[in-house]
């Protein structure tokens, strides 16, 4: 249950970070895909490494994250173009969170945040890095409480690296496969699974 607040908190985060697209909208450069990243939390001195693979179709109106925690898929993100759903595998739950505005991930648009003072927030452009074959545009977002590094390729955000206040959270694309044709029912919560007011 801590890796789930973890990682929503780091949603919410993220969310704040960067402006996401329409889900209406071309969000990514390509049509369809699938991303594989490695994660890395450090929470105290307990680090746990996970997975999360994402699939997406439609330039990123339809959108699943599949995250795995031990090798053992815990939670999933649905967006079907017109509601996001969070899915607990474990209690075969479904939670129903509302109209798809941003989809399930955040889109990677560096033009949308001007390098200049936001607030207490300075954005520095770092040296292009490379993530999954792909070479990216990077950026780092520092404020009093700490910082956060970010970088992708086609809208897709493919790393993000998040310290702040001796809490590290890393998130990075080891592969990414743009022809592969992602069936219909990942975009869809699964017959059997309960409906549950969200609370999150």
Not at 26 to 53: F, M, N, P, Q
Not at 128 to 146: D, N, P, Q
Request: net charge positive; with cysteine.
């Amino acid at each position: 249950m801590q890796g789930r607040t973890v990682a929503m908190l780091v949603a919410s985060f993220l969310g704040l970070l960067l402006q996401g697209a329409s889900a209406q909208e071309k969000k990514y450069d390509v049509k369809s895909g699938i991303v594989t990243y490695e994660t890395t939390t450090l929470e105290g001195r307990v680090r746990v490494a996970g997975r999360i693979v994402l699939y997406f179709d439609q330039y990123g109106q339809m959108e699943c994250k599949d995250t795995y925690v031990n090798g053992m898929l815990k939670e999933s993100v649905l967006c079907d173009g017109r509601t996001v759903y969070t899915l607990w595998h474990d209690q075969r739950i479904v939670f129903r969170r509302g109209p798809a505005t941003q989809g399930t991930e955040v889109r990677f648009d560096p033009e949308s945040m001007p390098l200049t003072d936001r607030g207490e927030a300075v954005v520095h452009r770092l040296p292009s890095m490379s993530f999954a074959g792909r070479s990216c545009e990077a950026y780092e977002r520092v404020t009093r409480a700490g910082s956060t590094k970010y970088a992708g390729a086609d809208h897709i955000m493919l790393y993000c690296e998040r310290s702040v206040r001796g809490e590290e959270w890393v998130m990075k694309a080891v592969s990414i496969d743009v022809t592969a044709k992602v069936p219909a029912w990942k975009f869809a919560p699964p017959a059997g699974y309960t409906e549950r007011e969200t609370h999150f």
